[in-house]
């Protein structure tokens, strides 16, 4: 269970964006941690992820991490990219466990959306993706009420094609944070 007060004293914002905290008030009431999409699950993050990344206090202040992205260690922050718009409306970025930093929404609600494929995001050094094993994977337990949920706060209904979103994300911020990004890391 996570308390709404903590999480957002973690992340250093009194508010957060509404769908955010939506979403843990979800995830509290309906689910326990990863039950309602495959490796998902918000998390309270002291940032020592990022920091292995870069310890440079711009790039740890400008990254906004709030869940596990898949069972291996990879997660999930939000970009907060110097624009003047609202935390729920800046790119969400996927950090791989085994390398990689992907843009892979441009906002909270495409992220919101892409969960609704329910399964573990891939990240490599080249590409963050969503691959179904059609005849292995299982669906998560409380998917439907993800679902049902998703539907009644947001008029989405389950993905068919991730990538289609994630690529329209990267088209639109990809460029931007790869040059920013570079100023904190470099994979030399």
Same mark, same amino acid.
């Given at each position: ?15 957060? $964006? +509404?769908?955010?905290? @939506?979403?843990?008030?979800?995830? &509290?009431? +309906? ?38 992205? /898949? ?8 970009? /907060? /990219? #110097?624009?003047?718009? $609202?935390? /729920? @409306?800046? $790119?969400? +970025? ?28 891939? +990240? ?11 005849? #292995? ?15 009644? &706060? ?35």
């Amino acid at each position: 269970m996570i308390d709404i007060t903590e999480f957002k004293q973690n992340l250093g914002w009194s508010e957060i $964006p +509404v769908e955010l905290e @939506k979403l843990v008030d979800f995830q &509290n009431a +309906v689910s326990s941690f990863e039950n309602y999409s495959q490796g998902f699950g918000v998390l309270i993050d002291n940032k020592s992820g990022l920091k292995s990344w870069s310890d440079d206090d711009r790039f740890l202040n400008s990254m906004l991490p709030f869940a596990q992205a /898949n069972g291996s260690g990879s997660f999930y922050a939000i970009w /907060n /990219n #110097g624009t003047d718009q $609202p935390l /729920n @409306k800046m $790119p969400v +970025v996927v950090f791989g466990d085994e390398g990689g930093v992907h843009i892979v929404a441009e906002n909270m609600v495409q992220l919101l959306h892409l969960l609704t494929f329910d399964t573990e995001i891939s +990240v490599d050094s080249d590409e963050a993706y969503f691959y179904k094993d059609e005849d #292995g994977d299982e669906e998560s337990e409380d998917l439907n009420e993800y679902l049902t949920w998703i539907k009644e &706060n947001y008029g989405l209904i389950q993905i068919e094609n991730p990538d289609l979103l994630i690529k329209k994300a990267q088209a639109q911020y990809k460029e931007s944070f790869d040059q920013w990004f570079g100023q904190y890391f470099t994979d030399n």
